[in-house]
């Protein structure tokens, strides 16, 4: 009766020493396995991160957008901000001011080139084009260029792509600040050479960087206006002159 009960009991030890054994093994096998995916992914986010960014052709983007909107004239992009946009232009600086692209009532409109400008021209001398969007005080329209207002970030980040639906341009930052409705920095009309470089060493002299870069009557420009609250018609200002 002694050996029957101790043959049981060792039975019992050993079936329960083989589901222990599986258990082990299967444990040991789910670790291998989640170790080595996680390896995989992190290699995989690695080379992933490694890898050179496509390059992108914003005026063929422009240009297939402006096949549904017919007001499309550009594309702005900006690195390191979610500046990464369609630009219109109507025949009034209203249009696009308060409405969207399919014409309803929003409060922050669409991102918009001055009508006082001529995307044809803008290889010219002279030329001097102004996009406006609205401070929505959120990581939306131009409330990123607040960025510039850190010295750190503007030594990082003093180019600007602006493409039409005739080329791809880039642009070198030379002026950033804060200014009011009482300082005219939007011209685009001027009596002669002498006259615009005067009114570019006006825009340099606001800067709040010395940023190192020269501007002068050769040069085509290009001016990024948003509302600054912080102080009565205020407005914050990102100027760059056409890398040419």
């Known amino acids: 009766m002694i050996n ?12 329960l020493a083989s589901i222990f054994g599986i258990a082990l093994i299967g444990f040991l096998l789910s670790f291998f396995f989640t170790s080595n995916d996680d390896k995989k992914t992190q ?33 702005l992009r900006i690195s390191g901000t979610s500046i990464d946009t369609a630009i219109f232009q109507s025949d009034n600086n ?8 399919d014409n309803k009532e929003t409060k922050w409109g669409e991102n918009f080139l001055d009508y006082r400008c001529d995307i044809k021209k803008m290889e010219q001398s002279m030329q001097h084009y102004i996009i406006y969007g609205h401070n929505t005080e959120v990581d939306t329209r131009f409330t990123p260029l607040f960025n510039y207002k850190k010295e750190e970030f503007f030594k990082t980040h003093q180019n600007i792509e602006f493409s039409t639906l005739y080329g791809n341009y880039k642009f070198q930052i030379f002026a950033t600040y804060t200014t009011n409705t009482d300082f005219f920095y939007i011209d685009t009309k001027f009596k002669d050479a002498d006259d615009y470089e ?25 001016t990024l206006s948003t509302c600054d609250y912080g102080i009565e018609n205020g407005r914050y200002v990102v100027q760059a002159k056409l890398v040419k």
Do not use: C, M
């Open 198 to 222: 005067t009114f570019l060493k006006s825009l340099k002299a606001k800067s709040e960087y010395d940023t190192k870069v020269e501007v002068n009557k050769n040069d085509t420009i290009l």
């Open 94 to 101: 209203d249009r696009y001011l308060r409405k969207d692209k």
């Open 43 to 75: 290699l995989t986010e690695k080379t992933e991160n490694q890898l050179p960014s496509t390059k992108r052709n914003l005026q063929e983007e422009s240009t297939i957008l402006s096949k549904q909107y017919k007001d499309v004239v550009g594309w």
């Open 4 to 15: 029957v009960k101790k043959r049981r009991n060792t039975r019992i030890l050993i079936i």
